[in-house]
């Protein structure tokens, strides 16, 4: 099982960015899917996660910014990151649970100007 993550990069405050995060070699479909993210010099955080029923989580520091998603037939989740920060910077992993974790290697995202 790999899981990709895509969509990171450069924009400025108040800017938007979808990460998205592929998964190969599944035949199951994943409980839980999310995303964390690590700031330097800081330990990794939870963003957000959604269950497979839809039911989703977030950090109190992105919510009413950030909206987890997840296509169940492509056992992929989505996050559409709004009215970005400069906090906001940092190198977001996703991760997906069946039995055991799995984490996908991080996107950077850098809110600049």
């Known amino acids: 099982v790999q899981l990709q993550a895509s969509g990171g990069g450069l924009v400025q405050p108040g800017g938007s960015l979808r990460l998205s995060c592929a998964a190969s070699g599944v035949i199951f479909s994943f409980n839980v899917m999310g995303w964390c993210r690590q700031a330097p010099g800081k330990q990794r955080e939870l963003v957000a996660s959604i269950t497979s029923g839809g039911r989703t989580n977030y950090a109190d520091s992105v919510k009413g910014r950030f909206t987890i998603s997840r296509d169940n037939a492509k056992n992929t989740p989505y996050l559409q990151m709004n009215s970005l920060k400069p906090e906001d910077t940092a190198v977001y992993y996703c991760?997906?649970?069946?039995?055991?974790?799995?984490w996908g290697q991080g996107t950077q995202v850098t809110v600049s100007s």
């Open positions: 991760y997906a649970t069946y039995v055991r974790e799995y």
